[in-house]
Each structure stands twice: as structure tokens, then as C-alpha cells.
């Protein structure tokens, strides 16, 4: 009777491990807004403290020379949505860079999504906080593949409203909530205006928490878009004071302990080995709002552009049962890989009937090989391309401001930045490699010839 017992035990264990094995990994995705690429400790910030994603990194995977799609929040939330740049969404505009409240047109439903991938696969699938792929109805995240959906529909910025607070700039530097009308929506209702976003990242992290605890027995896929640290800055009474940085400082930090609760609600079901999560952020640091916006640490410039500071953004990649830890790597590595990542650790295919610009990274966030797939990114300014990067070499062919009144500058040669080198663009080297050049316009050239971009969903005008 006992070896029949003990029999039995070992079977169920072997068939607990084996069923394990077979699970595909729930998939976390947690995204921070306007976070700049010097504003976590584990970067280099010398006055932020954030012991969760330190963590985070340390068993993980950091990266170093990690993008966002684009450098403001709309083309960059479909480039990680889709794996494919913004334009050939149609969510890119030279006119009108982001989607507004007044904003008719959206991300639409012939695109695939991550949601609707690992949806057909069985994932349990649930967005939380920012959208901004647009507000009505048909472009939310339940028209795309999300089973649920709690959060804000655009930028915490927009719906000011003017009657209320001081004018212009004062208002986002003492900001108090019932200055703007932002609407919380869940599903596709709205349950609260104005959002009170003093506990809107507590409030975030509670659903996650919620999700991950409903769903542990099925795969799950959780898209955690934070809507700060965007100004206005907010953050829970807890952690008013906290940090040297001051209020920035005090919405990094809360946003740190928000992955913290994650992470733990994740070793609490057990679930630590068959989860993979990623932390990033949409785009670099808004900087024309001085201290109430982040760093982007020796990159230069911020949101907006296509220098360093706009794309270049902190990138960590965490599953103890599939991510080795300890790393910290210079290969290239992007939102848009998200996309076919996610398929491939989920067992699916990508779709095969449209041109993706994202990378399967399994083999390589797996320790499988120390060389991404990815060599090669496009920085887009809205509609055109502004710079392109293959290996260490950057050419720029458009430079521009973030923001301000002044006019693109065409650079006839481009210039040329090394960036393992010299990764705040500060010497160009186009003179001493010519044949870098050639073949980085060779480069840009070829992806321009293949981007086919439908009507702009962003200008009202085009939108039937």
C-alpha cells in the first residue's frame, strides 16, 4: 500500500513538473510613460531609489541599447502593439503627432495585436491604464483583443480644464486633479471624471495584482501601462516626501513599488517560473518640463526627437524559469519585438500577410544565443524617417528639436555618431566612415521604399 502511495506521489509530481513545462509563460508587459532612460537606480540615478526593478534587473535581463517605437506616446503605444512601425499603422502624423479627446480615428481592426494572438492561444487577457490608441468604442482595448480593460483613454494632460487652477505651465507644476476632466474607463464605460489620480497607480497595480491571482490556473497576458510619470504628476499620500528627487522622484518611486507588487503577487501563486515580464517605457524623458520630467543620463535630448534621449529608453526582461539572470547586454532590442516574441513563447505564429518590423528575441532573452536578431533600427519622426542605426554606427539624416518652432535640418552627408563610443552624439565621424554612411543610406532607403503607410488616423480630415 505505502509503494503504491509513493508510486502515485512520484506520478502526480512528474506530471505536475510535465504540465508545467507544457504551460505557455503568462506574459507581463509593464510601461511606463515619459520615464526617461537615467531614472532608475539600476541606470544610474543617483537620488531615485527603486529596489524592485533593481531587483527586477539583477534576475533578469538589462538592457542597455533598448527602443520604443517612437518618441511620443500614440505611434509609439501601436508600434508595441502591432510590431510594426507607426506609419504603416496609420497612427503617425506630421500634423498632429498624437491622438486627441477630439480625435476620430484610431488603431484599426485589421491590425493585429498581441492581445489577439495570444487571445486564439487561450490567454486570459486584461489592459490597464493608458491607451491612446483611441478613445471611441471600436479602437479601445476590447476591440483588440483584451477580455477587460480599466484605465484612461489618452494622456492624464488632456481635457484641461482652463476655467479651473492657474494658466498655462502653473498648473502642471502645482497640479491638482480637479484641473483636467480626464475620464477612468472600464470597459467601455466611464466610471469616474475626473480621474483622481492621486491613486490611480495604486489602483493599476491592484487590478494587476487581481488579474494574476484570478487567473493562475490558465496562461494570462497582462498590459500594464502606467499614465505617469507624464506631467501632471501624481502620486498616492504614501509616498508624498519620499524621495531627494522630489515629486518626479516621489511617482518613480511608487511606480517601482507597483512592480514590486507584481512581482510578489506572482511568487505568491507560485508562478515565478512560468511568467515572463518586461518593463519599459513609451517614450524618453519630457524634458522642456524641468524637474517635474525625467533624464535620459548621458543620452542626449528627450521626447520627441530622434536623438538618443527620445527612443533609447530602460528595457529589463524578467522569468526566472526561462530568463537567465544577471545579464546586462548591448545588443539591440525593441518594443516592436514584443509582438513576435510574445507568438513565439505562446506557441503561435505571427502573421504572415503583412511586412512586421519586430524580432522573435525567445532564443536570445532565453540564453539560447548572446546575439539578438535585431540589427538595425529606424527612428521615425512621425511620417518619415529621421536616423537609422546598424550596430554601433547612428546616421541622422533630419534633426530636429523636440519641440519648438524651428524647422527640420536635412543633413547632406548625414551625420554619423559611434554610439558605444559616443552615445551622447556629440562627435561626428561621417568624414572618417564613408562607407558607413553609404550603407546606412542604402539601409534607410530600402525600408522607405517598402513602407506602404495607409491615411493617417490621426488627422481628423482623413478620417471618413
Request: proline letters at 8%.
Amino acid at each position: 500500500m505505502r509503494k503504491s502511495i509513493v508510486l502515485l506521489t512520484v506520478a502526480a509530481s512528474f506530471a505536475a513538473v510535465a504540465s508545467a513545462a507544457d504551460r505557455p509563460p503568462n506574459i507581463v508587459i509593464i510601461f511606463a510613460d515619459d520615464m526617461g532612460y537615467g531614472d532608475l537606480g539600476c541606470y544610474g540615478h543617483p537620488s531615485i531609489r527603486t529596489p524592485n526593478l533593481d531587483r527586477m534587473a539583477s534576475q533578469g535581463m538589462r538592457f542597455t541599447d533598448f527602443y520604443c517605437g517612437a518618441s511620443v506616446c500614440t505611434p509609439s503605444r501601436a508600434a508595441l502593439m502591432t510590431g510594426r512601425y507607426a506609419p504603416r499603422c496609420g497612427m503617425a502624423s506630421d500634423k498632429r503627432r498624437v491622438l486627441f479627446p477630439t480625435s476620430k480615428g484610431g488603431l484599426q481592426a485589421d491590425e493585429v495585436t498581441i492581445a489577439e494572438i495570444l487571445k486564439k492561444q487561450g490567454y486570459a487577457t486584461h489592459a490597464i491604464g493608458k491607451w491612446h490608441l483611441g478613445h471611441l468604442p471600436q479602437y479601445l482595448p476590447t476591440s483588440h483583443g483584451f477580455d477587460t480593460y480599466f484605465g484612461i483613454p489618452y494622456s492624464n494632460d488632456m481635457d484641461r480644464l482652463a476655467a479651473k487652477g492657474p494658466k498655462g505651465r502653473a498648473a502642471f507644476l502645482e497640479p491638482r486633479v480637479e484641473y483636467w476632466n480626464c475620464p477612468l474607463m472600464r470597459g467601455t464605460e466611464v466610471v469616474e471624471r475626473p480621474a483622481e489620480q492621486t491613486t490611480i497607480t495604486r489602483r493599476y497595480t491592484e487590478e494587476a495584482v487581481k488579474f494574476i491571482k484570478q487567473d493562475k490556473d490558465r496562461p494570462f497576458f497582462i498590459y500594464l501601462a502606467h499614465n505617469l510619470p507624464h506631467v501632471p504628476l501624481f502620486r498616492h499620500k504614501e509616498f508624498e516626501g519620499r524621495s531627494l528627487r522630489g515629486l518626479y522622484g516621489d511617482v518613480i518611486e511608487e511606480i517601482d513599488w507597483s512592480v514590486g507588487q507584481v512581482l510578489e503577487a506572482i511568487r505568491e501563486q507560485g508562478l515565478e517560473k512560468d511568467t515572463v515580464v518586461w518593463f519599459t517605457s513609451d517614450n524618453g524623458p519630457w524634458l522642456i518640463f524641468n524637474d517635474h520630467g525625467g533624464s535620459a543620463g548621458p543620452l542626449f535630448e528627450g521626447k520627441g526627437c530622434s536623438w538618443e534621449g527620445g527612443q533609447r529608453v530602460p528595457g529589463i526582461a524578467w522569468g526566472p524559469g526561462r530568463i537567465p539572470a544577471g545579464r546586462i547586454t548591448s545588443e539591440l532590442a525593441s518594443t516592436l519585438d514584443f509582438l513576435p516574441t510574445a507568438a513565439a513563447l505562446a506557441g503561435a505564429k505571427p502573421p504572415t500577410d503583412r511586412t512586421l518590423d519586430g524580432y522573435d528575441l525567445t532564443a536570445f532573452i532565453t540564453g539560447k544565443t548572446d546575439k539578438s536578431p535585431r540589427d538595425r533600427f529606424f527612428y521615425y519622426r512621425d511620417e518619415a524617417i529621421y536616423a537609422v542605426r546598424q550596430g554601433p554606427y547612428k546616421a541622422h539624416f533630419t534633426t530636429r528639436s523636440a519641440y519648438g518652432p524651428d524647422k527640420p535640418v536635412k543633413h547632406d552627408p548625414p551625420l554619423l555618431f559611434h554610439l558605444g563610443v559616443d552615445p551622447g552624439e556629440k562627435w561626428n565621424v561621417a568624414s572618417q566612415h564613408p562607407d558607413v554612411v553609404e550603407r546606412l543610406i542604402k539601409l534607410a532607403g530600402e525600408q522607405d521604399a517598402g513602407l506602404k503607410a495607409p491615411p493617417s488616423q490621426l488627422e481628423n480630415e482623413n478620417i471618413k
